[in-house]
């Protein structure tokens, strides 16, 4: 494409220079008054053929109406009709100094110029001060019976070419025409290749793309504004692919990790339920108390197992986001409050203490699923007495209300005594299967924290 653009360019700028040299041959020629092919190439036909040829059926038709006398040669209507077929030329019939007709209207100056009674002037030059005059190509004179002076002439407008202007008017017109063909072709050329290499530049990019080169900036359009867009969003595609599969990568390093820590959670309490169903079909559990131990300790690993899966299966339903809030307005000191009551229930006396401060003034109402926010209290508490480092662990729960430029949003806290998290650690352990000790000391499945932050989040919070 690029040569077959250079090559038409190179072809009409050498056509536009060959057309200007031979111009400027003819011109030579023509003043040198030599006669060549390139004079009668260029040279026009007489400019004044046509207009004479039609003054002399003019000049006929009206020898025609005088011979009929002098009545039909004087009558404005008769004489209409050569006027009408006079094309560019004027027909004029003068009395003295009036004029009686004229087919087309004539300026004083131009009637005042008109040759005079006897002069049988053809072919009168007009003066740089007459130039707005017409002159005649045909003057024909009579008298009237009273010996009142006619003159008939047939005028032809002068040329707008004065004395000393540049033959070939029409032709020099054509080559500066070629001329601006060429200057267009010059930019077109210029325009065609700072695109086609902005597009190859595009194209390239967009194969390194293709072939997984995240990497490298896809760059600029240069001058085009057009192609700068396109240079722009492709470079946010590429960024966004990138930044899609870094997230992809994480997630699935994170979801390897889900599984590995799952596994190991699940052969854990598995590996005690197998040893004690092998107990009991062996009849090591050979009194009725020790095959009570036995199914006690079996229905507790199932509850573990049990609570893990619907953990596990919440959670992807949270992600999924297949599990959307039923937000109704709640009265967060009593929910609390009621809350607290069945927590207490639920922890054994001496492993928890807990507590609930809640401001002065009317009640703190926020829109949030019950359901839900019980079960971020419920995993918030079990993480704190479970994880707390000792035997006894102490809770408050307090509520407040945020400043105006928060938008009014209702600021929950649940503190604990607990051994604490390294500050490190502060952004993630809100993670899936995020465990900040190594040994797993605690028990649980490592998804309470996240179906935590995910439940929040999906009342409109932020944990």
Known sequence: ???????????????????????????????????????????????????????????????????????????????????????????TLRSGKDILYSSRPLEAKAAASLPAFGSLSQKPEPTEEEGEAHYAIRQFDFRGPAGEDYSFFILKPPSPSKPGHLPYTRQLALVVALVLLAADGAVGVWFTIHILS???????????????????????????????????????????????????????????????????????????????VDGLREGIADTPEKSGRYLQVIADKTAILERMTGELFLLSTLEDNAAPSQAVPLDLGAFLQGGIEELALAHPQGSRHFELELPEGPPILALADPGQLRRVVENLTDNALRHGGRPSVRLRFSLARSEAKDGGRVLARIEDDGRGVPEADFERIFERVRRLDAGRSGGGSGLGLAIARKLVEANGGTI
């Not at 700068?228 to 990790?257: C, H, P």
């Open 198 to 276: 902005s597009l190859g530049r595009l194209e390239a990019s967009a194969r390194r793309i293709g072939s997984g080169d995240l990497e490298t900036p896809v760059g600029s359009g240069e001058a085009f504004s057009e192609l700068s867009s396109v240079f722009v969003v492709l470079e946010a595609m590429r960024e966004k692919i990138g930044e899609l599969l870094r997230e992809e990568r994480l997630r699935e390093q994170e979801r390897r990790e889900l599984i590995a820590n799952l596994s190991h959670d699940l052969r854990t309490p598995l590996s005690a339920l197998r040893g004690y």
């Open 1 to 91: 494409m690029r040569r077959a653009v250079i090559l038409f360019f190179a072809s009409s700028l050498g056509l536009a220079l060959g057309l200007l040299l031979a111009y400027e041959s003819a011109i030579a020629s023509w003043y040198r008054g030599e006669s060549t092919f390139l004079t009668s190439l260029f040279k026009p036909g007489p400019s004044l053929a046509r207009s004479t040829t039609g003054a002399d059926t003019i000049f006929r038709s009206f020898n025609r109406l005088y011979t009929e006398g002098l009545a039909a040669a004087t009558d404005p209507a008769r004489l209409a009709p050569l006027g009408a077929n006079a094309g560019s030329l004027v027909v």
